[in-house]
């Protein structure tokens, strides 16, 4: 068994050997390395066909027409390109744009709707609930005659807690109000479907789901259109939406990933979920740990508990011997409580107590009881030593 134990998979995944050969073939001479958007030699065609399979393989695990997909960087590109693109084309220049979304949602939208609001927005930020779910009622409440867009995620990063999306984006259409869904954590991880959700514009990302890094895409909503005003530009591509010379082999790959979660996504699921409860029944010894989040509706592989007494800062450095985190990748470089935490009611002292651990498709039963009985092992130490100096 390898050394640190992975389990911060909601962080970023490997990328799955599958992929990384799928990807190999569009790097070299030898393999289709032209530009996709070169259309006149064979070496462009091949690429550019290459570029719309995948685009196809992203679409259908989402069930989106391939047409509805724009390739991004990543699902941070993905969530400024739809809040502030929506805001750009269909902004009243006489009206004040308004915009609701939630206190939790991931720093990519959190940050760009306060850049927003320094450039003539207002925004509603709505507080979750202890588990960190965000009712529809209150997105009805918020929502004004001037409210533009909403944006709220699917799954949350931290908790793993999943949002009735379907039920708030019902509401929106009927008031004919845009709905961005951050789908970055939910796809390949729960069954997600743009019609039954319907949402406008939805962010995804590769390398949450076994694909590269550095590549993305957005679901844009079709029939009718919906309009976003590109954020990038530089020879109109992906239908005007986002310019760029597209890296053929990430596109590729992200399109294998999607692919692959597809064809094992309830059998992943199961699986993790059994790998959660030998995990906690692997720490059940210990008092005083609480679960953030929901208790049913979540994702699997998302665990975030406190740890009563211990800081998380210094759990983590006892568990070195596990790759672990104390909250979101993008928020890691702070030494403040997590927002995620402190959002859903923890006191300031329960939210430094928090670790996120986090499993995926290359966990095994071996690393979750050597990752239980580490934390264990650890959390005893830490409060004896507590105890001692007392």
Same mark, same amino acid.
């Given at each position: 068994m390898k050394t640190p134990v992975y389990l911060d998979y909601a962080a970023t995944t490997p990328v799955d050997p599958a992929v990384a050969e799928t990807m190999a073939g569009y790097l070299t001479l030898d393999g289709v390395f032209g530009n996709p958007a070169s259309r006149s030699h064979g070496y462009g065609w091949q690429a550019? *066909? &290459? /570029?719309?399979?995948?685009?196809?393989?992203? *679409?259908?695990?989402?069930?989106?027409?391939?047409?509805?997909?724009?390739?991004?960087?990543?699902?941070?590109?993905?969530?400024?390109? #739809?809040?502030k693109g929506a805001v750009d084309a269909n902004r009243n220049r006489d009206v004040r744009p308004h915009i609701i979304t939630s206190s939790i949602e991931h720093k990519a939208v959190l940050d760009t709707?306060?850049?927003?609001?320094?450039?003539? +927005?207002?925004?509603?930020?709505?507080?979750?609930?202890?588990?960190?779910?965000? *009712?529809? !009622?209150?997105?009805?409440?918020?929502?004004?005659?001037?409210?533009?867009?909403?944006?709220?995620?699917?799954?949350?990063?931290?908790?793993?807690?999943?949002?009735?999306? #379907?039920?708030?984006?019902?509401?929106?259409?009927?008031?004919? !109000?845009? @709905?961005h869904v951050d789908a970055a954590q939910a796809a390949g991880k729960i069954p997600v479907n743009v019609g039954e959700l319907q949402a406008d514009l939805v962010a995804l990302s590769a390398h949450k789901v076994y694909g590269p890094k550095g590549v993305g895409g957005l679901y844009v909503r079709r029939s009718p259109d919906v309009r976003i005003d590109a954020q990038i530009h530089g020879g109109g591509h992906e239908r005007g939406m986002?310019?760029?010379?597209?890296?053929?082999?990430? /596109? #590729?790959?992200?399109?294998?990933? @999607?692919?692959?979660?597809?064809?094992?996504?309830?059998?992943?699921?199961?699986?993790?979920?059994a790998l959660r409860g030998r995990f906690l029944q692997g720490i059940a010894g210990l008092?005083?740990?609480?679960?953030?989040?929901?208790?049913?509706d979540r994702v699997p592989g998302i665990i975030n508990l406190s740890f009563d007494g211990i800081e998380a800062e210094s759990l983590m450095l006892g568990l070195r011997e596990l790759a672990v985190s104390?909250?979101?990748? +993008?928020?890691?470089?702070?030494?403040?409580?997590?927002?995620?935490?402190?959002?859903?009611?923890?006191?300031? *002292?329960? &939210?430094? #107590?928090?670790?996120?651990?986090?499993?995926?498709? @290359?966990?095994?039963?071996?690393?979750v009881d050597f990752a239980a009985g580490q934390v264990t092992s650890v959390v005893q130490r830490l409060r004896e030593r507590r105890r001692t100096s007392a």
């Open positions: 550019e *066909a &290459a /570029v719309e399979n995948a685009r196809r393989q992203v *679409a259908q695990l989402i069930g989106a027409d391939p047409r509805e997909i724009v390739w991004t960087s990543g699902a941070t590109e993905s969530d400024n390109l #739809a809040i709707c306060s850049w927003l609001e320094a450039h003539g +927005c207002d925004v509603t930020y709505l507080d979750p609930d202890t588990s960190g779910q965000i *009712a529809p !009622v209150q997105v009805e409440q918020a929502l004004r005659p001037e409210t533009l867009i909403v944006s709220l995620m699917l799954v949350n990063n931290e908790l793993g807690t999943v949002n009735d999306i #379907a039920s708030i984006g019902s509401i929106l259409r009927n008031r004919g !109000v845009l @709905f986002r310019s760029g010379t597209l890296p053929t082999h990430q /596109v #590729a790959g992200m399109g294998k990933a @999607f692919e692959l979660a597809g064809e094992v996504l309830a059998s992943e699921a199961a699986r993790l979920e008092d005083g740990v609480s679960l953030n989040g929901h208790e049913t104390s909250g979101s990748a +993008c928020a890691s470089a702070t030494m403040e409580p997590s927002y995620v935490l402190t959002a859903i009611g923890l006191s300031e *002292a329960r &939210a430094h #107590a928090g670790l996120r651990f986090s499993l995926g498709r @290359f966990s095994s039963e071996e690393e």
